[in-house]
């Protein structure tokens, strides 16, 4: 509660100026901002595969994931660093989301600068990173298996979203831990569905593809390895 107003994120005393409920039905903004999502990384993965029709389906589930993260840095965070003081009243398709999502982590609500600083980070540094890694693996036509360029840029970008991830969590887990302060509410959905599911993907992902790097090297390394023997 702040000024006489009412909200419903934890804590309870958080102070969100101007804050207005959601006008839109949360099923039509989940739809609207879905195919928002999905039209950017079918046209990239569209444009990849006509440029190099040559693509692999993982090369091409790739594409998908870098420009899936591109599109969210750059505009979804990039929205919310332009707009975090005005999102709790605003009623924009994005400022709306935001607030849907900040049941789980009111912190996207009071300009927490943990939040302005990480998030101004990510949209300016892995935004072009990302779009950058799909277009060199989008671009990749000499080889099956990607560039030393590829690979440098993929395991910066995925160190990057694991050690975003890490401070993510640790910040939130030590505030509840260590001084019992809650940023989620209680309710499943919003604590394992939100908070954990919707960020989950950004460790399991750059796990699988700092993987695939890594066998990537090993296996050129074994090749140079054999030629030298030969």
């Known amino acids: 509660m702040t000024s006489g107003q009412l909200h419903p994120y934890f804590p309870a005393d958080a102070v969100i100026p101007g804050y207005a409920p959601n006008t839109t039905p949360l099923p039509v903004i989940l739809v609207v901002f879905g195919g928002l999502i999905g039209a950017f990384v079918l046209a990239c993965v569209g444009l990849a595969r006509r440029f190099n029709p040559g693509l692999k389906r993982a090369e091409q589930l790739t594409i998908a994931w870098f420009a899936l993260c591109g599109f969210l840095h750059l505009f979804f965070e990039g929205y919310f660093i332009l707009n975090h003081a005005t999102l709790a009243s605003s009623q ?74 890490a401070l993510y969590y640790g910040t939130c887990g030590f505030a509840e831990h260590m001084r019992g302060l809650s940023y989620s509410r209680p309710e499943a959905v919003y604590y394992w569905g939100y908070y954990v599911g919707m960020n989950a993907p950004w460790v399991v992902v750059p796990l699988v593809l700092l993987r695939r790097c890594w066998k990537v090297g090993v296996e050129v390394g074994e090749g140079k390895e054999g030629k030298k023997e030969r």
């Open 92 to 165: 924009s398709l994005f400022a709306q989301l935001w607030k849907e999502y900040a049941l789980s982590d009111s912190r996207y609500l009071t300009s927490d600068p943990f939040m302005l600083c990480i998030e101004t980070l990510t949209v300016l540094t892995w935004a072009p990173l990302s779009l950058l890694t799909a277009l060199l693996t989008a671009t990749n036509t000499t080889t099956r298996r990607p560039t030393p360029q590829q690979q440098i840029l993929q395991t910066a970008v995925c160190v990057g979203h694991l050690y975003g991830v």
